[in-house]
């Protein structure tokens, strides 16, 4: 070692040339090493339940009526609807004197819409991770759900 007094003089020759100081520098080198604490598994469990579901039936019901007509016309004309009744002409060829073409008869066939709620049964299934921890040779344990951040990643606890 050195001794911390010195005693310094001063030289016309030893001031005309630079003086040297040494430095020094450390460096520090960091490594990472991985180390298990522990495992986790994810297992997905597929629940299935019935629930109801309500739906809309419609049912489209005819009722069809013959209505007589017996009246002599000079031609066929076609089928026709009148609001919610088709009308089906229905012609016929009778002898007369001569021969007359008559409306025998008209066919109406009337619809109606009706709507009933009904309600059907149907299995659905629903899906369910479990994220479960396991440290050294232990038991398992699952890990209570943290929200997401935007990103996608857990968030700090």
């Known amino acids: 070692m050195t001794d911390p007094v010195e005693t310094h003089q001063t030289d016309p020759a030893r001031d005309s040339q630079p003086e040297r100081i040494a430095s020094v520098a450390q460096r520090l080198h960091v490594d990472v090493v991985e180390h298990e604490t522990a495992t986790v598994r994810v297992r997905k469990l597929v629940h299935q339940e019935v629930v109801d579901i309500p739906v809309i039936l419609k049912r489209r019901v005819v009722s069809v009526e013959r209505v007589?007509?017996?009246?002599?016309?000079?031609?066929?004309h076609a089928p026709r609807q009148e609001g919610d009744t088709l009308v089906v002409p229905v012609f016929e060829y009778v002898p007369v004197t001569e021969l007359r073409l008559m409306l025998k008869e008209e066919v109406w066939m009337r619809f109606a819409e009706t709507e009933e709620t009904s309600v059907h049964r149907a299995e659905v299934q629903k899906e369910e991770l479990v994220v479960e921890r396991q440290t050294g040779k232990g038991d398992w344990v699952a890990v209570p759900e943290t929200p997401s951040s935007k990103d996608g990643e857990q968030s700090a606890s």
């Open 68 to 76: 007589p007509i017996n009246r002599i016309v000079n031609e066929e």
